[in-house]
């Protein structure tokens, strides 16, 4: 296992800080952004994705060409996220020269390597790899709001550079093995849109049909959860995992973080999830207001928040049926049209939810679509393993490359 430390890493190439291979543009221009296309396509952190430009996310500036040449980006720069939230500080992408006039926007730093000593594919792989992660992790200043680095600490971080060739040999091997795990993932997002769209081929645009339909409360037990901060002197408690607003995600459960939460007995038996419980949000930006999904009891005696409504189904109605019915447009603009708005987020309450109207369908046409996502889920878990071994390869070549120990000449 290496080192991540240029000091203790093994490696034949020598370490160079930054500013001897590279050239600082200053930070992006601050140009009001547009959703419209009304001007030039501008930078912004959306649109690294996956170490590319991601052309569909690019914003747009209110500016014409001739103005703010000196923001343009060059073929070969690389952006560098050194303004944002920890975890994405460091987030990078390389600029193929796709859109052909981008201009660098703000919070983003420009990255323009030295092509005489070292590549733009190495240098993105270098800044990628753990080595340089962790020390740029030491320089990072935390912030409630925003994390930085500056550019006067970044230009001391050090790279391993071997010779130019050497260089392209190992840039090209790593966006091999990159194209395979950036595949999967592809992969992975089409299996999921795939599940909405045979959702909509089977059961139709309930927007724009007659469907008959039932409120929700007359086929489900709804509830609210536990409330957080209650007085429990004197009374029986019980300690028990419990699923906030943030484990309730539009599809899925996250389980990454799980809590835990001191309540009442009588609280903790009333709230105490069942396998097939479908669990629903209060509130939260209006993109993600009243997103769901079905409780698999993967985490034992688990209740939930009060900001998270339970919705227990009768037998005729399916829980994964409803799942996907959450996330079609029509329950989204139900949600939508009844819910209390602030300047960012929105809210719905019980009897809102209560009030869903939940088209009819006969439980043989719910099973169907259901037998469907069980096949999808058993090809999305088999995709998710050779993802995992594309991702312990490139991780793998990596290392050995960066420490002199791949036989590049094999491997071309």
Known sequence: ?????????????????????????????????EDDAGGLPI???????????????????????????????????????????????????????????????????????????????????????????????KIIKPSVNQSSVTVSHLKTLKIPLPPLPIQKQIAALLEKADTLRSQCKQ??????????????????????????????????????GVTKGQNLEGKETVIAPYMRVANVQDGHIDLSEIKKIEAKKSDYEKYLLEVGDVLLTEGGDFDKLGRGAVWEGKVSNCIHQNHVFRVRLNHEHLPKYFEYLLQTPYAKQYFLKCAKKTTNLASINITQ??????????????????????????????????QSYYEDLF?????????GKLNLTKAA
């Open 187 to 224: 992969m992975e997002q089409e299996l999921n849109q795939l599940a909405q769209s045979v959702f909509l081929e089977m059961f139709g645009d309930y927007r724009k049909s007659d469907v008959s339909v039932t409120p929700l409360g007359e086929i489900a037990d709804v509830c609210s």
């Open 43 to 137: 930078t912004r952190i959306e649109t690294i994705s996956n170490h590319v430009i991601d052309s569909d996310k690019v914003g747009y500036a209110g500016i014409l060409p001739g103005e703010h040449d000196d923001y343009l980006l060059e073929k070969g720069d690389i952006l560098f996220s050194h303004i944002n939230s920890t975890k994405h500080i460091g987030k990078c992408a390389l600029y193929g020269g796709m859109p052909e006039i981008l201009v660098h926007g703000m919070n983003l730093l420009c990255v323009r390597p030295k092509h005489e000593v070292i590549s733009s594919n190495y240098l993105l792989a270098a800044i990628r790899h753990p080595i340089f992660k962790v020390q740029l992790s």
């Open 353 to 386: 939810l209560k009030a869903l109207p939940v088209p009819k369908e006969e439980k043989e046409d719910q099973q169907r679509f259901v037998d469907f996502i069980e096949m999808r889920d058993k090809k999305m878990e088999s995709l998710k393993k050779t």
């Open 395 to 403: 991780n793998s070549l990596m290392q050995r490359a960066f420490s």
């Open 1 to 33: 296992m290496l080192q991540y430390s240029a000091s203790k890493l093994e490696s034949p190439y020598p370490f160079v800080p930054l500013e001897s291979v590279v050239e600082f543009i200053r930070n992006g221009a601050s140009i009001k952004q």
